[in-house]
């Protein structure tokens, strides 16, 4: 049963639009690898849990705060007896243990993701008994990625390699009994305290003068070489062909995501889509999908 569906990161698609129109800062850049393959392995984690009989009640993403401390959850399983606390890594390529340090196989050291698990599990702990809850905790790192490969690691690491992935999940098939009312409610107590956090807080600083104009293809997301012909807007790169209409749209709703405090006018969006020479259209498509306020030359839409 789940409580809390997993959603990918809304600062995801941010950054996929100011990758499209700027070059970002290289730590910028590293930083959305680095969350797209987290999201991938969350994703894939969460695919997986789906299947699980209903008995588990289940939570994705959890922000929560204890003793002014904020810790990030992946997942949550929880059964009447057991809770376990997952958190998955979709890391890629070897690495190694060495004396509780982390290293890649090219021998940097990363940090260790044990640590950053029972830290969590801690306060996690300190939580539930301030909740009234006395359930025990288990703390797990879930690697996703089918090419990881971890040497050295202690045999009563909290790890779950990629190739014991499906034993524990049909382990957990072998379910517990059916939650309490008590024990959903409980979930739902702690849904209710996740923190959610502004998609635009750990985005580079960025601002409109600086991104690149035109309407981006839908499919192969390159810009400035789509043009228009009857109505549809055509990519010279990948040959797709998109409703003019439906092209407009899509780049309203980067608009949006990109700069949630700008206003929707006609001469804005005429110009962040670029390629479009009647303003009639845009302002076609403007009211045909939002309400118009303010007057005349001061007409804007929400
Ligand atoms: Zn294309």
Redesign the pocket.
């Known amino acids: 049963m789940i409580i809390k569906a997993y959603q990918e990161p809304p600062s995801l698609d941010v950054f996929r639009y100011l990758i499209q129109r700027s070059e970002l800062p290289p730590e910028s850049t590293q930083l959305f690898f680095r969350m797209e393959k987290g999201h991938e392995g969350e994703q894939k984690m969460a695919g997986l849990l789906e299947g699980l009989p209903d008995n588990w009640v289940i939570l994705h993403d959890l922000l929560l705060e204890c003793n002014n401390s904020a810790f990030q959850i992946d997942a949550l399983l929880i059964s009447n007896e057991l809770i376990y606390l997952l958190e998955v890594k979709n890391f890629e390529g070897d690495f190694y243990i060495e004396s509780d340090q982390w290293f890649t196989g090219a021998g940097r050291e990363i940090q260790n993701p044990v640590l950053q698990l029972n830290r969590s599990e801690s306060l996690l702990r300190q939580l539930l008994r301030k909740l009234g809850l006395n359930l025990p905790v288990k703390g797990l790192i879930i690697f996703t990625h089918p090419e990881f490969a971890l040497f050295q690691a202690p045999l009563n690491s909290p790890i779950v390699l990629p190739s014991q992935l499906n034993r524990f999940i049909t382990q957990l098939r072998k379910n517990p009994a059916k939650p309490t009312q008590h024990l959903k409610r409980f979930a739902e107590k702690l849904a209710e305290l996740h923190i959610e956090e502004s998609p635009y807080e750990r985005l580079p600083h960025y601002e409109y003068q600086q991104l690149e104009k035109g309407i981006v293809?839908?499919?192969?997301?390159?810009l400035l070489i789509?043009f228009v012909h009857d109505r549809r807007i055509l990519?010279t790169?990948?040959?797709?062909d998109e409703a003019l209409d439906a092209s407009i749209m899509r780049s309203i709703k980067q608009f949006q995501l990109l700069f949630p405090n700008k206003k929707l006018t006609t001469n804005v969006i005429y110009d962040w889509c670029k390629i479009i020479d009647s303003k009639k259209t845009i302002r076609r498509v403007l009211r045909g999908n939002f309400s118009a306020a303010g007057f005349g030359k001061h007409t804007y839409y929400l």
């Open positions: 293809c839908a499919v192969c997301s390159s789509s990519c790169q990948c040959g797709d």
